[in-house]
Each structure stands twice: as structure tokens, then as C-alpha cells.
């Protein structure tokens, strides 16, 4: 599991210094086998998050764009074709009905919320709820929509219109074993 993100050691690539060692050059996926640490729940986030781009191709979309970076409440809006990634990197703040500039004037869902239990999130987000977008220009986009954003987390949103079967209902796929 990891690099820079959840990863247990340094990284450090075999160099003259190390003695040309690979020990610390390596992921730990056999750390998400152990009960008792939260590597599991890190690996389930990836596994979602590979599913999302499988479902949506999102990482080879052309259309890419910035909406929002507020330094103060510590928060990026961005999207990535049709999706649209909310960050909110605030180690305190949480924002109610914190509105996001989108490209299309329709209600958006949930697809992806880091906050999920499964991810090892508190649950704060209720990624079944739809969001209606209101006409009218936000963060240069014509439309917007506004989100519950516990800090510390991301959502990924998805228009009504371009979404297919829900393959992030987590419950479901928990109780079939394949999370």
C-alpha cells in the first residue's frame, strides 16, 4: 500500500548511500490484510476510485477545469470530464451548503465521498442525496450546487444525466464480500 500517502516507512530508492537497497523501495500491500490497522480501508478507497475511472474514463478526458481555489476555507473545486472533484483541505472547518460552480444546470449525486465508513470516514455525507443545481453564473461555471464538505474530505460529483449503474453503493457491495 501507499508512497506518499499512507505509506508505513520512508521511501528511500536503492542510492550508493543505502547500499543500492530496495528494502524501503516498496509498496506494503500486505498491510491491508491486517485487521487491526486502516490500510484496509485505504485500499477499498483505491479500489473505488479505480472503479469510478473504469466506469467514467475521466482520467483521459480532455475537459479539465480549475473553478476554485480559496486558500481561506482550504478548499479546490475542479473538474475532470464530466465529474466534478470537491477537496476541502481544512484540518477544523466543515462547510453547510457550501456552493460549487458546475458546468451543467442539473442535479448532480454523490459518486464517490472519501467520508464513507468504508474508507474509515465518519459517515457525514449522505451520498444518496441529489443535488439540484441552480441557473446562474458561480466560479465562471453557469451553474452551481451546494454540498455538505466535512473537513478533511472529498467528494466526487456526477450529473444525473451522465451517470449509469451506481457501482459505489458500498452497503451492497460489502454485504456481497467485495469490499
Given at each position: 500500500?501507499?508512497?506518499?500517502?499512507?505509506?508505513?516507512?520512508w521511501?528511500?530508492?536503492?542510492?550508493?548511500?543505502n547500499?543500492?537497497?530496495?528494502?524501503?523501495?516498496?509498496r506494503?500491500?500486505?498491510?491491508?490484510r491486517?485487521e487491526?490497522?486502516?490500510?484496509?480501508?485505504?485500499l477499498?478507497?483505491?479500489?473505488?476510485?479505480?472503479?469510478l475511472?473504469?466506469q467514467?474514463?475521466?482520467l483521459?478526458?480532455?475537459?479539465?477545469?480549475v473553478s476554485?481555489?480559496?486558500?481561506?476555507?482550504?478548499?479546490?473545486?475542479?473538474?475532470?470530464?464530466?465529474?466534478?472533484f470537491?477537496?476541502?483541505?481544512?484540518?477544523?472547518?466543515?462547510?453547510?451548503?457550501?456552493?460549487?460552480?458546475?458546468?451543467?444546470?442539473?442535479t448532480?449525486?454523490?459518486?464517490?465521498?472519501s467520508?464513507?465508513?468504508?474508507?474509515?470516514?465518519?459517515?457525514?455525507?449522505?451520498?444518496s442525496?441529489?443535488?439540484?443545481?441552480?441557473?446562474?453564473?458561480?466560479?465562471?461555471?453557469?451553474a452551481?450546487v451546494k454540498?455538505?464538505?466535512?473537513?478533511?474530505?472529498?467528494?466526487?460529483?456526477?450529473?444525473?444525466?451522465?451517470?449509469?449503474?451506481?457501482?459505489?453503493?458500498?452497503?451492497?457491495?460489502?454485504?456481497?464480500?467485495?469490499?
Amino acid at each position: 500500500m501507499g508512497n506518499e500517502f499512507g505509506h508505513p516507512e520512508w521511501l528511500d530508492f536503492p542510492r550508493a548511500g543505502n547500499g543500492e537497497s530496495f528494502h524501503y523501495a516498496r509498496r506494503r500491500y500486505d498491510l491491508a490484510r491486517m485487521e487491526h490497522l486502516k490500510y484496509k480501508m485505504l485500499l477499498t478507497f483505491e479500489r473505488a476510485l479505480l472503479r469510478l475511472e473504469e466506469q467514467t474514463k475521466f482520467l483521459s478526458s480532455h475537459h479539465t477545469y480549475v473553478s476554485r481555489k480559496h486558500e481561506g476555507d482550504k478548499v479546490i473545486v475542479c473538474e475532470r470530464g464530466a465529474l466534478v472533484f470537491v477537496f476541502n483541505f481544512h484540518p477544523t472547518a466543515s462547510y453547510t451548503d457550501y456552493m460549487i460552480g458546475v458546468l451543467k444546470a442539473e442535479t448532480h449525486r454523490i459518486v464517490l465521498a472519501s467520508d464513507a465508513a468504508a474508507f474509515g470516514g465518519y459517515a457525514h455525507v449522505d451520498a444518496s442525496q441529489l443535488l439540484p443545481a441552480t441557473a446562474g453564473d458561480f466560479d465562471q461555471r453557469p451553474a452551481s450546487v451546494k454540498v455538505y464538505l466535512p473537513s478533511r474530505t472529498m467528494l466526487v460529483l456526477q450529473p444525473v444525466s451522465e451517470a449509469g449503474a451506481d457501482p459505489f453503493d458500498l452497503r451492497r457491495r460489502e454485504e456481497r464480500g467485495e469490499c
